[in-house]
C-alpha cells in the first residue's frame, strides 16, 4: 500500500521540506493550512508546479484545517485516511508566545490533543503520529540536554510544546497508539521566517548590502543555541516514524554557538566587522530568556542511523548567499559592495 502522509503547517519551513523529501520516497502528501487574509504558500509553490491537482492520481494536495478546529481535522482524517501524520504546525516563535500566550497554547497544547484524539476516534492506532516538541522545553536546564533532561520551559511556547509531549507520550501508554516526539534543536535554512535571529540577519545583511537599510538591531547575543539545517532534520523526523517503535528522540548537531558568533560569521563572509553594524536593543529582549542549548542526538545517531550534513559556517553561507541572490547579488558582487560600506555604528552606541 503507498504511504499517505498528512502533513500539518506544511506551508512553514520544515512542512515544505518534509513535503519534498516523502514526495521523492513516492509518498501521497496531503497537506493542511489556515486561512490567511493573504495567500502564503510561497515555500510550497514549485510544488503547486509540479504537481497538477487537477489530475485525480496527484500525489500533492492541500486543504484547508485548522488545529484549534477540531471538525476540520476530523474531516481531513475522514477524507484523506492517512498512514501518518506530522504535527509540524504551530505558533512556532518563542519570543511572540509571551505576546500571545494563550492563543499559543491553545494551537500548540490543545492543538496536538484535538489532533490526537481525532486521529484515535476516527483512523485507529495504526497511524503514526509525530509530535514536533522542541528544545525550548529544556529551558533553564544546563546542556548538553538528551532525552533524559527534565524540562523547565522558559516561555509560553516551551510550556506549551512540553505539555504536547506529555499528551503525545500518554496517547502512546493509554491507547496504544505509535505517536512519537521529535526533540528537535533550532534549525534554519533559506526559508526559515523572517523574524528568526539568524534569518533576520542575513537577510538584513542583504539588505545592507542593498543600501535599504544601514544597520541590524539585535536583542540577546549571548544566547547559545544548537543550530542545524531544515533540510538534514526533516529526514529525522521521518525515520523517527519508520522507527520499529515509537518513541522520543533528540534531534540536534551537538554544537552550540552564540549569537555573537553567528553575525560575526555571517559578516565576515563579506569581510565586514559586524561591530560596525549591529547595535543592541533592549527591545527584543526576553522576560526569560534560554540560556544555552546543547544537544546529545546519540540515541537517534544510534537507533535511527541518522546524523546531520550541513554544519554551522555552511548554513549562514547558505542562508546569506540565497538572501543576497533574491536581491539580484552573487557572494562576490557583494564582496565587492561590502568594501564601499562605512560603519554605520558608532562606537560610543556599543555595548
Ligand atoms: N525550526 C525550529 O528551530 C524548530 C525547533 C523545534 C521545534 N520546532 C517546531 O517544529 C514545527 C515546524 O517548525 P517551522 O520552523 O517549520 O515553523 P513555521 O515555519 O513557523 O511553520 C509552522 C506552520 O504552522 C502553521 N500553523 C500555525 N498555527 C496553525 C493552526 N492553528 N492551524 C494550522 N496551521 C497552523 C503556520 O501557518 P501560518 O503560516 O498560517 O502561520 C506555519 O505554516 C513547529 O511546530 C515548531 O514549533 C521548530
Redesign the pocket.
Known amino acids: 500500500m503507498t504511504a499517505r502522509a498528512l502533513i500539518?503547517?506544511v506551508?512553514?519551513?520544515?512542512?515544505s521540506y518534509l513535503a519534498e523529501h516523502l514526495l521523492s520516497k513516492g509518498y501521497i502528501v496531503r497537506g493542511?493550512?489556515?486561512r490567511?487574509s493573504y495567500p502564503?504558500t510561497q515555500r510550497i509553490d514549485h510544488l503547486f508546479a509540479m504537481y497538477d491537482d487537477r489530475d485525480p492520481e496527484c500525489p500533492f494536495r492541500v486543504t484547508y484545517?485548522?488545529?484549534?478546529d477540531s471538525s476540520s481535522l476530523q474531516n481531513v482524517l475522514l477524507d484523506f485516511q492517512p498512514t501518518e501524520v506530522y504535527n509540524?504546525?504551530?505558533?512556532?516563535h518563542v519570543g511572540i508566545s509571551f505576546d500571545t500566550g494563550e492563543s499559543t497554547l491553545d494551537?500548540n497544547a490543545i492543538?496536538p490533543f484535538r489532533l490526537l484524539d481525532s486521529i484515535r476516534r476516527v483512523c485507529g492506532p495504526d497511524v503514526r503520529f509525530y509530535q514536533?516538541?522542541?528544545?525550548e522545553m529544556f529551558g533553564a536546564s544546563p546542556p548538553p540536554q538528551s532525552e533524559l533532561t527534565p524540562f523547565l520551559p522558559q516561555s509560553p511556547y516551551g510550556a506549551a510544546?512540553a505539555a504536547a509531549y506529555y499528551l503525545t507520550r500518554m496517547h502512546r501508554v493509554a491507547y496504544g497508539m505509535f505517536a512519537a516526539n521529535g526533540i528537535?534543536?533550532?534549525?534554519e535554512s533559506p526559508r526559515?521566517?523572517l523574524n528568526f535571529v539568524t534569518r533576520k540577519i542575513t537577510y538584513t545583511i542583504a539588505r545592507i548590502i542593498a543600501g535599504d537599510v544601514d544597520r541590524i538591531e539585535l536583542g540577546n547575543l549571548d544566547a547559545k543555541r544548537d543550530w542545524g539545517f531544515?533540510g538534514d532534520y526533516v529526514d529525522a523526523i521521518w525515520r523517527i516514524l519508520q522507527h520499529t517503535e515509537a518513541d522520543d528522540f533528540v534531534v540536534a548537531t551537538g554544537e552550540t554557538h552564540t549569537v555573537r558568533e553567528f553575525v560575526a560569521h555571517a559578516f565576515s563572509i563579506l569581510g565586514l566587522d559586524w561591530e560596525d553594524f549591529v547595535s543592541v536593543t533592549d527591545r527584543f529582549k526576553r522576560p526569560a530568556e534560554v540560556p544555552a542549548l546543547l544537544g546529545d542526538a546519540s540515541k537517534a545517531r544510534r537507533l535511527l542511523g541518522w546524523q546531520p550534513k550541513v554544519g554551522f559556517a555552511e548554513l549562514c553561507q547558505m542562508m546569506l548567499e540565497s538572501d543576497l541572490a533574491a536581491r539580484g547579488h552573487t557572494l562576490d558582487e557583494a564582496r565587492v559592495q561590502a568594501k564601499s560600506l562605512r560603519p554605520s555604528v558608532p562606537r560610543v552606541r556599543r555595548k
Open positions: 500539518t503547517g506551508v512553514g519551513q520544515d512542512g493542511i493550512t489556515r490567511a502564503h484545517a485548522d488545529l484549534t509540524l504546525a504551530a505558533q512556532s494551537i492543538g514536533a516538541s522542541s528544545s510544546k528537535l534543536f533550532n534549525h526559515r521566517g531544515s
